[in-house]
C-alpha cells in the first residue's frame, strides 16, 4: 500500500509555534429576525469569546449542533470571514492580516462537496490545483496519485461530477484538500450525509492523513463516535462558547458520564438534538 | 528563483487556472454555446436585414448594412466581456465553489484578470464567426476594410470593458441575488446609450451625455470608421478608451477588494441555496 509523500513545507511554516491559537475570538452576525418586526434586526453572536490552541500534528474535534458555530469557526480559520474580536493565528501567522499567508497553509473539506458539477474529478482538482501554483506537469501524476489513494476508481476520472455519488464526491473533496499538501487541515462534517461504508472509507483515509502526513487537523462534526475515534482532544461548542476542549478520557471523567452524549447534557443541561428558535435563526451562518 | 519571482510564477499559474476552468466548462457545455451561437447569428441577420428593407441603392445598402453588423458584432463582443465579469461571483455561488476559490492563494488581481483573459479570447472567436457567418449571408462586401484598425482599437476597448466589468462584479458579492439583476441593469443601459445601431446623436442630449462615459461608444464609432471607410485608429476614439481603461482597472480592483471585505464582515461570501 503505497502513502503520499510528506507534504512540502513551505518556508512560512514555524515550527516553534502551536498549529492554532484562537484567543478570544468573537462573530456577531445581524440579520432579520421577523418575529421583532418587518425590518427589525438583530445580533446573533455566532462566536463568543472562544480561546483554545491547537498543537502541531494534532487532531481536534470540534462538537456542537447546527447552529453551534462550528462552521463559522471553519470560515474565520480558512479566511473567508472578518473577526469581531479577539484573533486567530495559524503557524505564528495572524488569520486576519496576513491571509495570503494563511491560505497556502490551509485547506478544507466541508459538508458540500462544491465542484462544478458538468466537470469531471480530473478537471475540477486540476484548475484547483492552478491556484497553489501547481502546474499541469505537476498535476498530470498528481491527480491520477491522489485519486487512487482515497479509493476514485481511474475510469471515472472524466465523468461528470453531477453523475457520482455523495461518498465520491466527497472522496474528490478530500482529494482536492489534500493535493496542495495543506499543513492545517480544515473539515467541517465531512462525512456528514454519507451513507455508512462511504462514511468509514472516508474516517480511514483522515486516519491515514495523520498515519503519512505531518497535518494538523481540526474536525467539526455533530457526530459524537467519530470525534471519539479520531481526535486526540474534543471540544463541544455551544451556541457560540466553547465549554470544553479536553481528551474523551478527561472529559468522561469530569462530568462522571459514560458517553459524549452524557457529558453534553451534563455541560449544557440539554439533549443532542434539542433546539430552539435562536439555534435555528444561528443555523444559516453555518 | 527569488521570493518575488516564485510569487509571479505561481500567480501566473494561478491566472492560468481560470482559463483552464472556462475552457473545460466551454467544452461541458459546447451544444450550449453552438445553441447561443446559431442564435446570436440569428438574430444579428434580423438586424442587418433591416438594411434590405429601406430601398437604397446597392453601395448604400451594404453600408447600412455593414454598419448594423459592426454593431451587432462589436456589441456580442464586449456583452461577452461584460457578462463574463459581471458573473465572475455569481456562477461560483451558483456552483458552491465560491468559498474555495476565495480561500485560495490566488490574488483578486489575477482571478479577475484570468476570467477577463478568458472572456476576450471567447468573445474574439464568437464575434469573428458571427462577423463572417452573416457577411456571407446576406452578401456584405467590406473592400475597404481596415480589420488590423479596427482590431487595435477593440483590444483597448477590452481592457476598458474588464475595469467596468470588475465594478460590476462586485454587485453579487455584496447582494447575492440582487446583485446580478443590477448587473443587467448597467448592461442594459450601456446598450442603449452607446449608438449600438445608431449614431448617438439621434438620442436626446442627455443620453448623449450619458454615452460619454461608456466605452461602446469609441470602439463602435471607431470600428466602423474602420470597417466601412478604411481608417486608421482615430486618436479622437483612442485617448477617452485609453483613459477608461487607466482608470478603470483600478477602481474596479479597489471596489471589488471593498466589496470582498464588507462580504467577509457580513457572511456573505458562501454559496447560494
Known amino acids: ?286 | 528563483m527569488t521570493a518575488i519571482g516564485a510569487t509571479m510564477r505561481n500567480e501566473l499559474i494561478g491566472l492560468g487556472g481560470f482559463v483552464e476552468r472556462n475552457i473545460y466548462l466551454t467544452r461541458r457545455y459546447i451544444l450550449w454555446d453552438i445553441a447561443f451561437m446559431v442564435w446570436t447569428i440569428a438574430n444579428t441577420l434580423t438586424i442587418v436585414f433591416i438594411a434590405r428593407v429601406e430601398n437604397l441603392p446597392k453601395a448604400k445598402e451594404n453600408e447600412l448594412a455593414t454598419i448594423l453588423l459592426v454593431g451587432a458584432v462589436i456589441w456580442a463582443f464586449l456583452g461577452i466581456i461584460f457578462e463574463f465579469m459581471t458573473e465572475t461571483v455569481a456562477w461560483e455561488r451558483w456552483e458552491g465553489t465560491i468559498e474555495y476559490t476565495f480561500m485560495a492563494p490566488v490574488s483578486r488581481t489575477m482571478h479577475l484578470f484570468g476570467q477577463g483573459a478568458y472572456a476576450v479570447l471567447y468573445g474574439l472567436i464568437r464575434a469573428t464567426i458571427l462577423f463572417f457567418a452573416v457577411s456571407a449571408f446576406i452578401g456584405i462586401h467590406t473592400p475597404n476594410a481596415n480589420y488590423l484598425a479596427a482590431l487595435g482599437l477593440l483590444a483597448i476597448a477590452s481592457v476598458s470593458f474588464i475595469g467596468v466589468g470588475m465594478m460590476t462584479s462586485v454587485l453579487p458579492l455584496i447582494s447575492p441575488e440582487k446583485g446580478a439583476q443590477l448587473g443587467f441593469v448597467a448592461q442594459g443601459v450601456m446598450l442603449v446609450v452607446s449608438g449600438v445601431y445608431y449614431p448617438v446623436s439621434v438620442m436626446p442630449h442627455w443620453m448623449q451625455l450619458i454615452s460619454k462615459l461608456s466605452p461602446a461608444t469609441y470602439v463602435l464609432r471607431g470600428d466602423r470608421a474602420s470597417i466601412v471607410h478604411g481608417t486608421g485608429v482615430a486618436w479622437a476614439d483612442a485617448w477617452p478608451l485609453l483613459i477608461i481603461a487607466v482608470l478603470s482597472m483600478p477602481i474596479g480592483l479597489a471596489v471589488f477588494t471593498i466589496g470582498e471585505r464588507h462580504a467577509k464582515r457580513h457572511g456573505k461570501l458562501k454559496r447560494s441555496g
Not at chain 1, 16 to 27: F, G, I, R, Y
Not at chain 1, 165 to 187: D, E, F, H, N, Y
Not at chain 1, 252 to 277: M, P
Open chain 1, 1 to 286: 500500500m503505497s502513502t503520499f509523500a510528506a507534504p512540502r513545507l513551505s518556508t512560512s511554516v514555524r515550527r516553534d509555534v502551536p498549529a492554532v491559537e484562537v484567543d478570544n475570538l468573537t462573530k456577531v452576525f445581524r440579520r432579520r429576525d421577523p418575529k421583532a418586526g418587518r425590518f427589525a434586526r438583530r445580533a446573533f453572536p455566532a462566536l463568543k469569546e472562544v480561546t483554545f490552541t491547537i498543537e502541531r500534528g494534532e487532531c481536534v474535534a470540534i462538537l456542537g449542533q447546527n447552529g453551534s458555530g462550528k462552521s463559522t469557526l471553519v470560515r474565520l480559520l480558512s479566511t473567508l470571514l472578518l473577526e469581531d474580536g479577539g484573533s486567530a493565528r495559524i503557524f505564528g501567522h495572524d488569520a486576519f492580516k496576513e491571509a495570503r499567508r494563511i491560505r497556502r497553509l490551509v485547506n478544507r473539506v466541508s459538508v458540500e462537496a462544491s465542484f462544478f458539477k458538468k466537470m469531471s474529478a480530473q478537471e475540477n482538482l486540476s484548475y484547483a490545483a492552478r491556484f497553489y501554483g501547481m502546474t499541469p506537469s505537476q498535476t498530470r501524476t498528481a491527480i491520477p496519485e491522489i485519486l487512487q489513494r482515497v479509493g476514485f476508481p481511474p475510469d471515472r476520472r472524466t465523468e461528470s461530477m453531477m453523475n457520482l455519488s455523495r461518498g465520491m464526491q466527497q472522496k474528490v473533496a478530500l482529494a482536492r484538500a489534500l493535493l496542495t499538501s495543506p499543513v492545517l487541515l480544515l473539515l467541517d462534517e465531512p462525512t456528514t450525509g454519507l451513507d455508512p461504508r462511504s462514511k468509514l472509507e472516508v474516517q480511514d483515509f483522515v486516519r491515514e492523513v495523520r498515519a503519512t502526513h505531518d497535518a494538523t487537523i481540526l474536525l467539526c462534526t455533530h457526530d459524537m463516535a467519530e470525534a471519539e475515534a479520531l481526535a486526540d482532544r474534543v471540544g463541544l461548542l455551544d451556541r457560540g462558547e466553547l465549554l470544553f476542549l479536553e481528551p474523551v478520557a478527561d472529559v468522561k471523567r469530569r462530568f462522571g458520564v459514560e458517553t459524549l452524549e452524557e457529558a453534553f447534557f451534563a455541560a449544557t443541561g440539554r439533549t443532542f438534538e434539542e433546539e430552539n428558535h435562536d439555534d435555528e435563526l444561528r443555523e444559516v451562518f453555518g
